[in-house]
């Protein structure tokens, strides 16, 4: 017989969990996991699930969602699971074993019915800030080590998949901080440089921007290094993630390419999209030739892609799938960053540094958590992937990839 679990959680809505955040959504599982018989484990999975993410939703973070992927990989009893999930949510053991006794006595009676009150620890910030540093970053390393002989991969999609379907991937997206709490953005708003940003709100950190070496007007320029590893692999992809440039910031543009000895601008926006430039011309016209600097020579490849439409996302991936698998082409055996710009430089631009990092991931054989990709992101350049819809769109192209195979795991990360 399925027992039924109440939970009641208290003090959700203005307490914030201290070092034990995890411990409750654990208790959670670890109270699913032991509740049923084991002949009816996968719908005391289901109902675990289910739990979990309205735990979640409740507290409005999403650092709990870990473990699901964490079972997903588990084999073994309930009872085993439970002890597992235990001493993964950081609880003493003694409490643990008396959390579980309690449980198993909860099936002797006659009703069959546990009820749960959570009471998480509460830790109250002497700092408040704006945007929190952090909503939820999934432990990819602890659930790696702790999923023995598991398809962490799998797991992960299988995570992916249940998070867009149950409306938490768009939650936790939206209480991401937008802007890395502590970096700066001084250098933008100097008077001087205030007209070379296309966007009065996005500007470039001071820690990770471009330098401008040799330029007459400056070293400022509205751009950022966004460097991406790929765990694993030895693999780190190296972009500059611009704004499109402006008529004052064309020669600076080019100024960039050189110093940096970039061999690939990706351009993700038309010139001029609903009657509003986006973007100025700061290429030649075909068969035409402009003369920068000195006389020296250097091989530049252009790729624009111009199928997005001008209000939201595409309403298929397919195309952008197969311009970004272009893209990877042009990229083999490169070191040296790829410039990649939209009209600001964070919408689109982290779209497609997010669905080649994902194709990496996937190749390499490594957990793949899109917030966690935009995380590192934020991290090196404000506000990348900048809508809800964004990020959608993108979750969405990296489950088709797997899906369809599309890229697949490499045989030297075959494990």
Same mark, same amino acid.
């Given at each position: 017989?399925?027992?039924?679990?109440?939970?009641?959680?208290?003090?959700?809505?203005?307490?914030?969990?201290?070092?034990?955040?995890?411990?409750?959504?654990?208790?959670?599982?670890?109270?699913?996991?032991?509740?049923?018989?084991?002949?009816?484990?996968?719908?005391?999975?289901?109902?675990?699930?289910?739990?979990?993410?309205?735990?979640?939703?409740?507290?409005?973070?999403?650092?709990?969602?870990?473990?699901?992927?964490?079972?997903?990989?588990?084999?073994?009893?309930?009872?085993?699971?439970?002890?597992?999930?235990?001493?993964?949510?950081?609880?003493?053991?003694?409490?643990?074993?008396?959390?579980?006794?309690?449980?198993?006595?909860?099936?002797?009676?006659?009703?069959?019915?546990?009820?749960?009150?959570?009471?998480?620890?509460?830790?109250?910030?002497?700092?408040?800030?704006?945007?929190?540093?952090?909503?939820?970053?999934?432990?990819?390393?602890?659930?790696?080590?702790?999923?023995? %002989?598991?398809?962490?991969?799998?797991?992960?999609?299988?995570?992916?998949?249940?998070?867009?379907?149950?409306?938490?991937?768009?939650?936790?997206?939206?209480?991401?901080?937008?802007?890395?709490?502590?970096?700066?953005?001084?250098?933008?708003?100097?008077?001087?440089?205030?007209?070379?940003?296309?966007?009065?709100?996005?500007?470039?950190?001071?820690?990770?921007?471009?330098?401008?070496?040799?330029?007459?007007?400056?070293?400022?320029?509205?751009?950022?290094?966004?460097?991406?590893?790929i765990p694993g692999s030895g693999i780190?992809?190296?972009?500059?993630?611009?704004? %499109?440039?402006?008529?004052?910031?064309?020669?600076?543009?080019?100024?960039?390419?050189?110093?940096?000895?970039?061999?690939?601008?990706?351009?993700?926006?038309?010139?001029?999209?609903? %009657?509003?430039?986006?973007?100025?011309?700061?290429?030649?016209?075909?068969?035409?030739?402009?003369?920068?600097?000195?006389?020296?020579?250097?091989?530049?490849?252009?790729?624009?892609?111009?199928?997005?439409?001008?209000?939201?996302?595409?309403?298929?991936?397919?195309?952008?799938?197969?311009?970004?698998?272009?893209?990877?082409?042009?990229?083999?055996?490169?070191?040296?960053?790829?410039?990649?710009?939209?009209?600001?430089?964070?919408?689109?631009?982290?779209?497609?540094?997010?669905?080649?990092?994902?194709?990496?991931?996937?190749?390499?054989?490594?957990?793949?958590?899109?917030?966690?990709?935009?995380r590192q992101m934020r991290d090196q350049?404000?506000?990348?992937?900048?809508?809800?819809?964004?990020?959608?769109?993108?979750?969405?192209?990296?489950?088709?990839?797997?899906?369809?195979?599309?890229?697949?795991?490499?045989?030297?990360?075959?494990?």
């Amino acid at each position: 017989m399925l027992a039924r679990i109440h939970a009641r959680a208290h003090d959700l809505a203005s307490a914030r969990l201290g070092r034990k955040r995890g411990q409750a959504a654990c208790c959670i599982c670890s109270l699913a996991l032991t509740h049923v018989m084991p002949a009816m484990r996968m719908q005391g999975l289901a109902a675990m699930k289910r739990l979990l993410v309205w735990f979640v939703r409740q507290r409005k973070a999403a650092n709990r969602l870990p473990a699901l992927a964490f079972l997903n990989g588990l084999g073994g009893s309930p009872a085993v699971l439970a002890q597992k999930l235990l001493v993964r949510s950081g609880m003493r053991p003694g409490l643990g074993e008396k959390v579980v006794m309690f449980i198993k006595a909860s099936r002797e009676t006659h009703s069959g019915e546990l009820v749960l009150i959570i009471r998480p620890n509460v830790y109250v910030s002497e700092d408040s800030t704006e945007e929190p540093d952090l909503m939820y970053i999934p432990e990819t390393h602890q659930i790696t080590s702790t999923m023995s %002989g598991a398809n962490t991969l799998q797991a992960s999609m299988m995570l992916l998949q249940e998070s867009l379907e149950s409306g938490a991937a768009m939650a936790q997206f939206e209480q991401l901080y937008r802007k890395k709490h502590g970096l700066t953005m001084n250098a933008a708003r100097l008077p001087a440089n205030i007209p070379k940003n296309r966007y009065r709100d996005v500007s470039p950190y001071d820690q990770t921007r471009v330098i401008l070496k040799g330029s007459q007007n400056g070293d400022y320029i509205n751009a950022n290094f966004v460097n991406m590893e790929i765990p694993g692999s030895g693999i780190i992809n190296r972009y500059i993630a611009a704004q %499109g440039p402006l008529p004052n910031t064309c020669a600076d543009f080019w100024q960039m390419v050189w110093e940096q000895h970039c061999t690939l601008v990706v351009m993700l926006t038309t010139k001029v999209e609903r %009657g509003r430039v986006k973007c100025h011309q700061y290429w030649p016209d075909l068969y035409e030739t402009t003369d920068f600097g000195t006389n020296q020579e250097r091989h530049i490849k252009h790729m624009q892609y111009i199928a997005w439409p001008d209000h939201g996302v595409p309403d298929d991936p397919a195309d952008f799938l197969d311009f970004v698998i272009r893209v990877r082409k042009n990229r083999i055996g490169m070191v040296e960053p790829t410039v990649v710009h939209c009209s600001a430089g964070i919408g689109r631009t982290g779209v497609l540094i997010t669905m080649e990092t994902a194709m990496c991931l996937v190749e390499a054989n490594q957990t793949v958590f899109p917030l966690a990709i935009v995380r590192q992101m934020r991290d090196q350049r404000a506000m990348l992937i900048q809508t809800a819809s964004q990020y959608k769109f993108v979750c969405e192209a990296i489950l088709r990839v797997y899906h369809e195979t599309i890229v697949r795991p490499l045989d030297d990360y075959q494990r």
